[in-house]
């Protein structure tokens, strides 16, 4: 089964910088694009960044400049370092992977982002 393992999150000052880490299972990671989304309660999931498996990015307005995703092929984990946060950064965040051999699209459990002002 496959499995995207999130950490990272947690309360931090605005200004301050987290870094999220999501581990991916077996033979999924290599062959998937990999992204972090975000939801607030009541809103829609909205796309924070993402990253081809070749390692093309694209970001949000909302957080280029600040954000910066990345990914580990030897470790099958992408990352997402955030810095200069603010508050409506607030969210719990969610990893994902589009698994483009199988068109399949696996989510994580989240993981909350707290921003205090």
């Known amino acids: 089964q496959v499995q995207l393992v999130e950490s990272g999150g947690g309360l931090v000052q605005a200004g301050g910088s987290l870094r999220l880490s999501c581990a991916a299972s077996?033979?999924?990671?290599?062959?998937?694009?990999m992204g972090w989304y975000r939801q607030a309660p009541g809103k829609q999931r909205e796309l924070v960044a993402r990253i081809s498996i070749g390692g093309n990015t694209n970001y949000a307005d909302s957080v280029k400049g600040r954000f910066t995703i990345s990914r580990d092929s030897a470790k099958n984990t992408v990352y997402l370092q955030m810095n200069s946060l603010k508050p409506e950064d607030t969210d719990v965040y969610y990893c994902n992977a589009d698994h483009v051999p199988t068109h399949t699209t696996y989510w994580g459990q989240g993981t909350q982002v707290t921003v205090s002002s």
């Open positions: 077996g033979s999924i990671f290599r062959f998937s694009v």
